[in-house]
């Protein structure tokens, strides 16, 4: 945090070929070369080219001004703002961006301990099973490629928003959602001994009365295919919702991009925390505890996406 404030604050412009503070480069140039090379009147920032200067015959040829101006820190800031809020597309695609992050960090770091808690699974197991995830990238950008031929990129962001949200619904626990359910109104005792709830050696109810392994393998493979593939739809949107004016300024939309990206796998590894910790209470399940906010969320995205939807062009 520190080294992005200093950087916000006490970054300075480099001296640039086309920018200004040229004279020492150009007067260089201009001894080594011997040619006659456009000067710089820094009062005015302007250029003046050669045909400029009265020459033998008294003429004068043309001043090209050039837009260098100096801004302060929040000056910049606020000419930051003004375009990214431009075009509506711009800052949804990088609120997906940083969803899509956030997404694939919580399925894979929670993988590991879902598998366990509630499967059995031994460490290797579900390595084996993140590796497959990722067997599965090549695939998905296959489809992809297949599909921008036939749908426009709009409708493969919405229907691949709709797979996750289908994926969020067939990957809960609906055992332990129910078992949580029946613990809000009754005690735990009177819970545990009036219905008849499996538990795993770790204290989790029974993922899905038994069937979760499979349903989980299926949905998570769903999930993760299609945060790829609209993760690749995204980033093409934002490519050309981005004003030219953007990419010419520090803060440009690869910065914003990868910052953005940050935070949501570290809002990702908070969730995932936090769910950990909460899944002492007996009728907190951590598997629903983690997917469903991100269900919600993704249900925000997806009202959003149809809100602006003109906005992604």
């Given at each position: 945090?520190?080294?992005?404030?200093?950087?916000?604050?006490?970054?300075?412009?480099?001296?640039?070929?086309?920018?200004?503070?040229?004279?020492?480069t150009?007067?260089?140039?201009?001894?080594?070369?011997?040619?006659?090379?456009?000067?710089?009147?820094?009062?005015?920032?302007?250029?003046?080219?050669?045909?400029?200067?009265?020459?033998?015959?008294?003429?004068?040829?043309?001043?090209?001004?050039?837009?260098?101006?100096?801004?302060?820190t929040?000056?910049?800031?606020?000419?930051?703002?003004?375009?990214?809020?431009?075009?509506?597309?711009?800052?949804?695609?990088?609120?997906?961006?940083?969803?899509?992050?956030?997404?694939?960090?919580?399925?894979?770091?929670?993988?590991?301990?879902?598998?366990?808690?509630?499967?059995g699974w031994?460490?290797?197991?579900?390595?084996?099973?993140?590796?497959?995830?990722?067997?599965?990238?090549?695939?998905?950008?296959?489809?992809?490629?297949?599909a921008?031929?036939?749908?426009?990129?709009?409708?493969?962001?919405?229907?691949?928003m709709?797979?996750?949200?289908?994926?969020?619904?067939?990957?809960?626990?609906?055992?332990?959602?129910?078992?949580?359910?029946?613990?809000?109104?009754?005690?735990?005792?009177?819970?545990?001994?009036?219905?008849?709830?499996?538990?795993?050696?770790?204290?989790?109810?029974?993922?899905?009365?038994?069937?979760?392994?499979?349903f989980?393998?299926?949905?998570?493979?769903?999930?993760?295919?299609?945060t790829?593939?609209?993760?690749?739809?995204?980033?093409?949107?934002?490519?050309?919702?981005?004003?030219?004016?953007?990419?010419?300024?520090?803060?440009?939309?690869?910065?914003?991009?990868?910052?953005?990206?940050?935070?949501?796998?570290?809002?990702?590894?908070?969730?995932?925390?936090?769910?950990?910790?909460?899944?002492?209470?007996?009728?907190?399940d951590?598997?629903?505890?983690?997917?469903?906010?991100?269900?919600?969320?993704?249900?925000?995205?997806?009202?959003?996406?149809?809100?602006?939807?003109?906005?992604?062009?």
């Open positions: 945090l520190l080294q992005l404030l200093g950087l916000l604050f006490l970054f300075q412009e480099p001296e640039r070929i086309n920018g200004t503070n040229r004279a020492s150009v007067d260089g140039r201009s001894a080594r070369s011997g040619h006659d090379v456009p000067e710089r009147d820094d009062e005015t920032q302007t250029i003046i080219s050669p045909s400029n200067r009265n020459n033998d015959y008294g003429t004068t040829g043309t001043i090209v001004q050039e837009n260098c101006v100096q801004h302060s929040w000056q910049e800031i606020t000419i930051i703002k003004s375009l990214l809020f431009e075009n509506s597309g711009l800052p949804l695609t990088l609120f997906l961006f940083g969803y899509i992050e956030m997404v694939c960090e919580v399925i894979i770091s929670s993988s590991s301990m879902i598998t366990h808690r509630y499967f031994h460490g290797s197991a579900a390595g084996f099973l993140i590796a497959c995830l990722g067997a599965c990238v090549l695939p998905a950008d296959f489809l992809l490629e297949k921008t031929k036939v749908y426009s990129e709009r409708k493969i962001l919405i229907r691949a709709i797979a996750i949200v289908i994926g969020f619904l067939g990957i809960l626990n609906y055992n332990g959602l129910l078992y949580g359910i029946i613990g809000v109104v009754t005690t735990e005792s009177q819970s545990r001994t009036s219905t008849n709830f499996a538990f795993s050696k770790y204290g989790e109810v029974m993922y899905d009365w038994g069937y979760g392994s499979y989980y393998i299926f949905f998570l493979s769903l999930l993760f295919m299609s790829i593939i609209l993760e690749g739809v995204d980033t093409s949107i934002m490519t050309k919702v981005t004003p030219v004016a953007l990419n010419n300024r520090f803060i440009n939309i690869g910065l914003l991009s990868t910052l953005i990206g940050t935070a949501g796998r570290i809002i990702a590894d908070a969730v995932v925390t936090s769910t950990a910790i909460l899944d002492v209470y007996d009728f907190v951590f598997a629903n505890s983690a997917f469903i906010p991100l269900l919600i969320l993704t249900l925000v995205g997806l009202h959003l996406v149809k809100k602006f939807y003109g906005g992604l062009i």
